[in-house]
């Protein structure tokens, strides 16, 4: 077969097939220093023609300019992109570094409305719920949800960062197509009770960061040269202490790496890829890059297969991991579990 397009995934029992490497696009306005517009511009279409189909934005990704700046990409290739993007961290105003989790009926209204204009689309293919308002009842928030469904509005349901129990309780309300969560060699919480839960009811498991931010790939390892609104100067797993231990933690990717012919970031996709068959349900990572050619090397791992013994070799790094996710760990899953 010559088609160098990557394989397929489902996105839950009714979601829509996608490239089983979607593209995290949240870079190319946020979160990782300044981003050069042509060349996100570039890394979109070269993905595009690689096979990637998801693209994953969100309504917080730098106010909306996030989502108004893939708008034109959408627009031009709407029959072939399943378009993921995400409510519930409002920013104030009046602060516009602040977040406020809202859950809410009526905040979840205005804020499809505001997506689909920045989208300029009459309906999302994915719409997750960002983060959790633990005052709101899951089954009224996803209560609301169904109804843009029903509507027209959005075709798919999603949750980021939810437990176990809350994808429970949310899949009772309506069928949730995926659930998107943190999953690295780095970062393996979601393991003990949101894995085995996505897998018992049909859910897919897009894990996003899977290069760890950027560490798995050995290119930043700690926060030195990064500008000084790069979100990681706030991630405990970059700064002080932790960074050079963290960055001794990937003496095993290297000699997995060597063994292919791979570099460390190929290697840490695929071991996300492989989750797949470990634990029985679809897996499509979302990796970041806002560069034609790291998009061609991170979906080139889609058709690295790693080994028993090396998966073993990997399989103490993450607990070895210093530093939480994230500063505030109620901000993940694994803080409510
Ligand atoms: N649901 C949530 O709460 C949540 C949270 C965080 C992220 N996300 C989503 O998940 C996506 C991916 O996560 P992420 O961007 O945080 O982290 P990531 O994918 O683990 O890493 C992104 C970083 O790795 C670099 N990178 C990518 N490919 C590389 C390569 N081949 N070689 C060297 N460096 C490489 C990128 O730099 P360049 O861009 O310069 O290539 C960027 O700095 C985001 O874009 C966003 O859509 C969701």
Same mark, same amino acid.
């Not at 570099?263 to 996300?272: C, E, N, R």
């Given at each position: 077969m010559n088609d160098s397009r990557i394989p397929t995934a489902r996105l839950g029992t009714a979601g829509p097939r996608v490239g089983v490497?979607? $593209?995290?696009?949240?870079?190319?306005?946020?979160?990782?220093?300044?981003?050069? @517009? +042509? =060349?996100?511009? /570039?890394? $979109?279409?070269?993905?595009?023609e690689l096979g990637v189909t998801l693209y994953d934005t @969100? +309504? =917080?990704?730098? /106010?909306?300019?996030?989502?108004r700046f893939l708008a034109?990409?959408?627009?031009?290739?709407?029959? +072939?992109?399943?378009? /993921?993007t995400k409510f519930a961290l409002s920013i104030p105003p009046d602060e516009p570094t602040r977040r406020i989790i809202r859950n809410d009926a009526p905040y979840i209204r205005e804020a499809v409305e505001a997506s689909l204009r920045r989208l300029d689309l009459d309906v999302i293919d994915l719409y997750y719920m960002h983060r959790r308002d633990v005052n709101v009842p899951i089954e009224e928030t996803v209560g609301a949800m169904a109804e843009l469904v029903r509507e027209g509005k959005v075709r798919h349901l999603g949750l980021s960062e939810v437990t176990a129990r809350e994808l429970r309780a949310a899949h009772a309300v309506h069928p949730i197509a995926a659930v998107q969560s943190e999953w690295s060699l780095f970062s393996r919480d979601i393991e003990a009770g949101v894995v085995p839960a996505a897998a018992e009811l049909g859910v897919a498991l897009v894990p996003y960061s899977p290069l760890g931010r950027g560490f798995l790939t050995g290119s930043v390892t700690s926060t030195d040269g990064l500008a000084d609104d790069d979100?990681?100067?706030?991630?405990?797993?970059?700064?002080?202490?932790n960074a050079a231990a963290n960055a001794a933690l990937l003496a095993p990717v290297r000699t997995v790496a060597e063994a292919h012919g791979a570099?460390?970031?190929?290697?840490?996709?695929?071991?996300?890829q492989q989750r797949a068959e470990v634990h029985g349900l679809p897996v499509?990572?979302?990796?970041?890059?806002?560069?034609?050619t790291r998009v061609a090397e991170n979906t080139a791992a889609t058709g690295i297969v790693l080994t028993d013994d090396e998966l073993s070799l990997l399989e103490p790094i993450a607990e070895k991991v210093a530093g939480d996710r994230y500063a505030d760990m109620t901000f993940a899953s694994a803080g409510r579990e």
């Open positions: 490497q979607g $593209l995290g696009c949240m870079g190319m306005s946020f979160a990782y220093g300044p981003a050069d @517009a +042509d =060349a996100s511009r /570039a890394t $979109l279409e070269r993905a595009l @969100a +309504d =917080a990704y730098g /106010a909306g300019e996030n989502e034109p990409f959408f627009k031009a290739h709407r029959e +072939d992109v399943v378009v /993921a979100f990681r100067h706030q991630q405990p797993r970059f700064t002080g202490d570099t460390l970031g190929q290697i840490a996709l695929a071991w996300v499509i990572p979302i990796p970041g890059t806002r560069k034609p």
